[in-house]
Structures are given as C-alpha cells and as structure tokens.
C-alpha cells in the first residue's frame, strides 16, 4: 500500500510539473514596433532591449513644452516632419522613442552622455550603441527652417547601420 502511494504521489508530481511548464505563456517575441512610439526612460529601455533582439536602429526625440519658442520647433518638427508621409514610412523600420525635457534626476544617468542644447534633439543610435544627432532644422539668417523629406531621410540613413551590415556588436554606448 505504502509503494501505491508513493508511485501516486510522484505521478501526481510529474503530471504538475508537466502541466505547469505547458501552462506559461511562450516567451514575448521582440520585434519592431511599427508606427508606435516608445516614452520616456522606460520607453527608450525597452527599445534598447528591441534593438539587442533585432538589430534595428533606435530613433529618440528629445522634446520640450516648458518653453514656447522650443515648444513651437518640435511642434513644427512633429507636424511637418514627423508627420510627413516618406519620413512616417520610411521610420517603420526604426524604434521610434520620445523624452520629454526636462529630466528627472534619475533619468539623467540615462540620458546624460546625448549632448543638445535646444530642442528639437534628435538621435540615431545604431545597433551598436552610438548616437548620431540628426539636425533637423537649417538656421539660415537666424530663422529656423525645417529640411525637407529627402534631405531628412538621407541624414538618418547616413547615421544609420548599414542595412546590408548585420548587427554590430560592440560595449555599451548611451
């Protein structure tokens, strides 16, 4: 009787175990989130996350709405370059994440190696941990002036990992 109950017990065992183990969720593919942009601190680690899974390059906004002349330049930005039909498509392939400034004393260890002084800051950081600033203004006669959808598509390609490079590998950048 002793031997039923212990042949029982571990069967029970066994079959939890195996039932359990089927019952967890697969574990959570990391792909490129395609139109959707990451926020904030939390944002931009999941992108760096994103990014050692799949190789894809990172773009990050920085903008700011505590000060109206910075507050019109990415509104701008946003409205006229962000929203642009070839840049929107062409950035697909891109994890896109927005920060708004100013930061917060933890945030600074994060973010505080990406040198700006104005906003609209933007960056590609490559697969391998570099950033690139991408100026999207031109400031002719001191007056702002958006670059148009080409040049900006050619500027983030220039920053950009080479799409026929695979992933660099490299220590870690900011």
């Known amino acids: 009787m002793k031997r039923s109950m212990r042949w029982m ?7 939890a175990t195996a039932l359990s183990t089927l019952a967890q969720p697969p574990p959570k593919e990391l792909k ?11 944002g931009y680690l999941e992108a760096k996350e994103i990014q050692a899974a799949t190789g894809a390059d990172i ?12 507050k019109g330049l990415c509104t701008w ?3 006229h370059g962000l929203q642009n039909g070839k840049v929107s498509k062409f950035l697909d392939d891109y994890i896109k994440v927005k920060m708004q400034l100013p930061f917060r004393k933890k945030e600074l260890e994060t973010f505080g190696a990406f040198k700006f002084n104005k906003t609209p800051a933007v960056y590609v950081v490559k697969s391998s941990g570099w950033p690139t600033k991408i100026p999207v203004f031109d400031w002719p006669n001191n007056k702002p002036e958006l670059k148009d959808a ?11 990992t ?13």
């Open 59 to 70: 773009l990050l906004y920085f903008f700011r709405t505590d000060q109206k002349d910075e």
């Open 9 to 15: 017990m571990t069967a029970t065992l066994a079959l």
């Open 162 to 174: 080479p799409k026929d490079a695979p992933a660099e590998k490299a220590p870690a950048a900011p």
């Open 150 to 160: 080409n040049e900006l598509i050619d500027l983030i390609t220039k920053a950009s």
């Open 77 to 79: 930005w946003e409205r």
């Open 32 to 42: 490129v989130p395609k139109g959707r942009w990451l926020d904030g601190e939390r």
